[in-house]
T-cell receptor, first 112, second 116 residues
Framework: AQSVTQLGSHVSVSEGALVLLRCNYSSSVPPYLFWYVQYPNQGLQLLLKYTSAATLVKGINGFEAEFKKSETSFHLTKPSAHMSDAAEYFCAVSSGYSTLTFGKGTMLLVSP | GAVVSQHPSRVICKSGTSVKIECRSLDFQATTMFWYRQFPKKSLMLMATSNEGSKATYEQGVEKDKFLINHASLTLSTLTVTSAHPEDSSFYIC????????????FGPGTRLTVT
């Protein structure tokens, strides 16, 4: 069984501030972990993924995430928020051939 | 690469009619496709998994006879909502997994279904 918990349904930051979106997972086998971004009325775009290689993963648009097995976490960060980062972010877990299990999502709000 | 399209992007239909949504992998072969449903301000709920040439596997609570899934080729899967009702109104998203890429899914842009 696998599950994902995203802490905070909404996160508000100012433009230029650090972005931190939290994700904790549960998996009975070594996980594959993903962050997706969704803009209104659009599908999901992959930001980055962890597939058992380097624990610090860099993705698109300046985002990165660090896999911490001891904390079962895969938090998403970006040093400096941009207005265009405002969107819904989903963390997801998979164990190889299994299906993706999504967290409930975190809405990132960026104020000028 | 790895582009998935959905058609239509928006559809409005009358209660009692059926509507078909297409999901295509444009530049790769997808042995497995997934159909999700997303309610407003909610996460994605997996409805079913379809493998090319075989019957779809539905998640618990999803009505097989209402949501017909066909995966007739390595680049096309269809979802047909039969006898649609207003409660079927939702955002439907498909994803596709490429042959040999077991851990990565590519998502379509979604289809907004409104049943009046």
């Amino acid at each position: 069984a696998q599950s994902v918990t995203q802490l905070g349904s909404h996160v508000s930051v100012s433009e230029g501030a650090l972005v931190l979106l939290r994700c904790n997972y549960s998996s009975s086998v070594p996980p594959y972990l993903f962050w997706y971004v969704q803009y209104p009325n659009q599908g999901l775009q992959l930001l980055l993924k962890y597939t058992s290689a380097a624990t610090l993963v860099k993705g698109i648009n300046g985002f990165e995430a660090e896999f911490k097995k001891s904390e079962t976490s895969f938090h998403l960060t970006k040093p400096s928020a941009h207005m265009s980062d405002a969107a819904e972010y989903f963390c997801a877990v998979s164990s190889g051939y299994s299906t993706l299990t999504f967290g409930k999502g975190t809405m990132l709000l960026v104020s000028p | 690469g790895a582009v998935v399209s959905q058609h239509p992007s928006r559809v409005i239909c009358k209660s009692g009619t059926s509507v078909k949504i297409e999901c295509r992998s444009l530049d790769f072969q997808a042995t497995t496709m997934f159909w999700y449903r997303q309610f407003p301000k909610k996460s994605l709920m997996l409805m079913a998994t379809s493998n090319e040439g075989s019957k779809a596997t539905y998640e618990q609570g999803v009505e097989k006879d209402k949501f017909l899934i066909n995966h007739a080729s390595l680049t096309l899967s269809t979802l047909t909502v039969t006898s649609a009702h207003p409660e079927d109104s939702s955002f439907y998203i498909c994803s596709a997994r490429a042959s040999g890429r077991v851990y990565e899914q590519y998502f379509g842009p979604g289809t907004r279904l409104t049943v009046t």
